[in-house]
Structure formats: C-alpha cells, structure tokens
C-alpha cells in the first residue's frame, strides 16, 4: 500500500464515524473555547471536514507513484506532486523542496506564464478545488470554491489571465468533464463547453455523431485561440456501441466547435502542445503498452519518442486525469515526464532519454488511528456457525466444525 493510499484510507475512515461524533457532541453544551482550539487545528479551517493530524509518516525517497510535473518558463525548476504535497526541484536534479503540506491532496501543478504562480488542484478545503500558490509555498489560496464538482488537469492561457480547466459537476460519481475557463482572480469561471447530447436513444448514426460531452487535460496553444484536450462521446451505452477510445480534439474559441485530431486505434489522450506551437505530444496505446506520441504541426508527421510510459488510466476512473501531466522544456527541444517512478527528459523528436534524479524528505500528516477494544467472552458462548456436522454410526455422538477447529 503506498504512503498516498494510506491517507485516503485514514480520511475515508474517519468520515464514517462523522455523524456518530455529531450525535454525541449534542449530548453536552457546546465549549466555545474548545471549538476555537479545534477550529485552529485544523488543515483547512473552513472546511467542514473534522479529521486533526494526529499522525506522521516521514522517509525519504528518490521515487514517486503518478506524479505529474510542469517545467517553470525560465527552464530552471520542475514543480511536481508527490504523496499529495506539491515539491520543486532543479531541472539538473537535486533534493526537492516541498511547498504544500497538510491533510489536504495537492496535485497537477502548473506554471504561470510569468513563473510567478502554480496552479493546481485540491481537496483541502472538502471539495477538489482549483488553488494557487507561490513557488516559494507562500500565498496559498482557492480560486474556486465549488461544494458540487471535481476539477482536474489545469492549464494557463498564455497571457496568464485565465485557467482552463476540465470540472466534473456531477462529482466523483459522474462521468462527463467540461472545459472551464476561470479567472485567475476567482470566481465561479466560465463552462466553454458541455452542450453535448449524450448518448443517442437509439442505434448511433455514423454520419451524425452526437457531440463531444467529456474533455480531459486542456493545453492552450501559444496564440490562445485553440484548446487541445482528449475527447469522448456519450456513456456507457455508447462507447460500447462504438468501441469508442479516448481521442484528440481541439476547440476553437472563435468558432465555438470541437474538431477531432485523431482517430487512432490505440486512442490518445493527454495532449502537450510545446511553446512554440510547433509540435503536439500525447499518448496513446502501443501494442499492450502506453506509449508517448508527438506530431509536427505544420506537416502532420508523427514519431514515438517513448514506447513505453506510464500505464494510462483510460480503463479506470481517471480521477487523476488519463495520463499524469508532463511539460516541454521552453526551447521546445525536449519533454519531461515522470516513468518507473523516476523523473526523465526526453529529446525531440529523437527520443533520447536522460534521468533527472531527485531526492524527497517526504512528512505525510495522517488522522488519528481508528482502533476498537472488542469484549469476547472466551468462556461459555453461543456457536453461530456450525459446518460439516456428521453423526457417529452409533448416533451417540457428533462431529463438527465450529470457530475452525
């Protein structure tokens, strides 16, 4: 179990045991004093969550699960999310700063045009947010205060005004994802698409494809105009129909539409267009294997530039988005992305792979374990379960198993 899965389990546990806690408080009046206490505590302290770190879990690695990462605009420093915390790094390698701490889950960070700002997503308000922060971990805040949706995979505009980002109004049950364009300052921000029809009532018709109602992973082009994002028709029913994968596709903000880019048999997903708006990466299936794609723009043209990456999301929830987030190097000359654990730098259109090693001091906070004292009376008791009985052939006896043995 990893250090990450271990504190959505303690989280998940403890708001079992909420509406037990409410109940007895109201046994007794209020304490305001203690209220305060409890309120000053806490990691977020307008969230309605009531899990205090009680515990911490420190080590330190060179290695991380699902990491994704952005590459700051003067190339000198990798942001990147580990074990829900938010760490910088030199793009030669190094140990790496942590930024963000907390029970709160931070993740999917993105440099600001200017280098002065990350976005990224959390949950340490209640509710996965859309939130700023400074590269030195100073100035942290929410953008978005949504209690009814699930943002994921944010991206700037470039003239670092807005933030397009894809939110899941239907929560973490849902299944559609709309692309929002929120305004750096906050605010309730703009849906720019959603008007989707869903799946068809009837047999699909090839010629008149519903429109496109999920998008995933935004990368806003150097001149604004267009969005890339992975795009999916419809639920269940027609994906089925269809055998639908995950696909490109780029909305144009002049025109309102969604185009497809691609059409591949191995679907792709997690777009990067490179600063110079020359080149577009993404990923798509490999055989079995998830592998990174990147086409040239201008003549259509594409290579692998990796042929083995991380194992995509498409089969699953893709809560975390599709793919974990990787970035272009400024120059445009190379890709960093994180593999097997590790931090890479990817030459393009060549391939050529070279390791950035990193080291973490990393600090889980986790909440108080759940531990229960269960009386047993070892002495005389009630068998409830009684198997295999079988009588002996003088019927004066019985054998049976109970309580394995």
């Known amino acids: 179990m990893s250090w990450s899965t271990a504190r959505h389990l303690s ?4 708001l079992c045991f909420v509406p037990l806690l409410v109940v007895l408080a109201q046994d007794k009046p209020a304490d305001p004093t203690k209220k305060a206490a409890d309120t000053a505590k806490k ?46 790094v030199p793009t030669t390698g190094g140990k790496a700063t942590r930024i963000t701490s907390g029970m709160g889950f931070d993740g999917q960070p993105r440099f600001s045009p200017d280098g002065k700002t990350i976005a990224f ?19 942290v805040r929410a953008i978005t205060k949504d209690k009814d949706a699930q943002y994921i995979s944010p991206d700037w505009t470039h003239d670092g005004k807005y933030i397009v980002v894809s939110r899941n109004k239907q929560g973490i049950l849902g299944s559609r994802y709309d692309l929002v364009l929120v305004n750096r300052n906050g605010g309730t921000g703009i849906a720019i698409t959603g008007k989707g029809t869903g799946a068809p009532s009837g ?21 604004n105009r267009y969005i890339y994002a992975a795009v999916k028709r419809g639920g269940f029913r027609y994906n089925q129909m269809l055998e639908d994968r995950w696909q490109l596709g780029v909305y144009d903000r002049n025109t309102g539409k969604t185009y497809q880019r691609t059409t591949n048999v191995g679907g792709a997903m997690r777009p990067a267009v490179s600063p110079d708006g020359k080149w577009l990466a993404y990923g798509s299936r490999l055989d079995s294997k998830t592998a990174l794609r990147v086409r040239n723009l201008a003549s259509g043209d594409e290579v692998w530039v990796a042929r083995d990456i991380q194992r995509d999301d498409s089969e699953s929830r893709f809560t975390r988005d599709l793919l974990p987030g990787y970035a272009w190097t400024p120059d445009s000359r190379a890709i960093v992305i994180t593999n097997g654990g590790k931090l890479w730098k990817l030459d393009v259109p060549g391939g050529n792979a070279t390791p950035i090693p990193f080291f973490a001091d990393v600090q889980v906070d986790l909440g108080p374990l ?8 070892d002495s005389v008791l009630v068998v409830k ?11 004066k006896q019985l054998t049976f198993t109970a309580l394995d043995k």
Do not use: C, H
Not at 124 to 136: D, F, Q
């Open 203 to 223: 047999p699909p018709d090839p010629l008149n494809p519903p429109s496109f109602d999920n998008y995933l992973g935004a990368s806003v082009t150097p001149d």
């Open 370 to 377: 759940v531990k229960f004292d269960y009386p047993i009376d």
């Open 385 to 395: 379960q009684i198997r295999n009985a079988r009588p002996s052939p003088n019927g």
């Open 121 to 139: 997503v959390s949950d340490r308000s209640g509710y996965e947010n859309l939130w700023l922060v400074e590269p030195s971990g100073a100035n």
């Open 11 to 14: 989280t998940a546990t403890a």
């Open 43 to 88: 990691t977020a302290p307008n969230t309605d969550l009531p899990i205090l770190p009680t515990r911490q879990a420190s080590f330190t690695t060179d290695e991380g699960t699902w990491m994704s990462l952005d590459v700051s605009p003067d190339g000198r420093t990798i942001v990147f999310d580990l074990d829900g915390d938010l760490y910088t």
